[in-house]
């Protein structure tokens, strides 16, 4: 178990009930509003404005997040595991080829901050999420950025989004914006289904510190630890009697030689 002081955040606060909800409702507000941005290139001011808006308030949520994020936690995540930076490799690419599809404009610059912090936010939301005792939050904020990663995926499939640029070079080596973007898209969704089912599995178990570490409070692991070595007695018990019980149904009266 992690003895974990909730007061060693990075701003000297943490995150509540209300402070999550409004979180939650602020991220799928900008995403619902990116989804719209990127229908079609902004032609009006009111337009182009909403766009460099969308980007400053996702960059500004990003950054209260990691301010109430554990210090312990955000330490052991970043610092003591590499796939954080593997996530952020692939994250890099698949920006960068959606940007490209989208011709470095308005609506690249509007949907570049939601891709680029959605698998920082994710991954280190467990040094944010951790006091609370069911993970409804961290599952809902999987769920976000996953069907807003599906409906990118859906949107440049069908056309619905309007793209120009079909490749982009790097040190002199062409790369087709459409199925790089696929390929990465793909393969960050299925980490998060991975995360998903995780948290679903093991509700008070840590993902991101690739651990089996428990993080509660002492009475709560002894309360939980307790209840774990009656159930265990309980099912010792129990197979103790059963098999006592089977040896004595067929338990045999004639010595056969």
Not at 41 to 59: I, Q, V
Not at 90 to 111: D, G, H, P, Q, Y
Not at 149 to 169: G, W
């Amino acid at each position: 178990m992690l003895d974990i002081d909730r007061r060693k955040t990075l701003s000297g606060v943490y995150l509540d009930d209300r402070g999550a909800i409004a979180f939650l409702l602020s991220l799928t507000a900008l995403h619902v509003g990116c989804g719209y941005l990127l229908l079609h290139e902004p032609k009006t001011d009111a337009e182009k404005t909403a766009c460099a808006s969308l980007a400053l308030l996702t960059l500004f949520l990003y950054f209260v997040f990691i301010a109430v994020s554990n210090r312990q936690l955000l330490f052991r995540i970043l610092c003591r595991s590499s796939i954080a930076y593997v996530k952020l490799y692939m994250c890099i690419i698949e920006t960068f080829a959606l940007v490209s599809m989208l011709n470095w404009k308005f609506r690249a610059l509007c949907v570049a901050p939601l891709l680029l912090s959605s698998q920082f936010t994710v991954f280190t939301s467990d040094s944010v999420f951790y006091h609370f005792q069911k993970k409804t939050y961290t599952v809902t904020l999987i769920v976000i950025f996953l069907a807003f990663r599906i409906y990118l995926l859906v949107s440049v499939r069908y056309h619905t989004i309007d793209t120009t640029q079909t490749y982009f070079t790097i040190a002199s080596i062409n790369f087709f914006n459409t199925g790089t973007f696929f390929s990465k898209s793909l393969s960050l969704s299925l980490f998060l289904v991975a995360q998903l089912i995780f948290h679903m599995r093991h509700p008070r178990q840590l993902f991101a510190i690739r651990t089996c570490y428990t993080v509660m409070q002492n009475r709560e692991w002894f309360l939980y630890d307790r209840e774990k070595r009656v159930k265990r007695k309980e099912t010792l018990t129990d197979c103790v009697r059963s098999t006592h019980d089977h040896i004595m149904a067929n338990q045999c009266t004639e010595l056969i030689v």
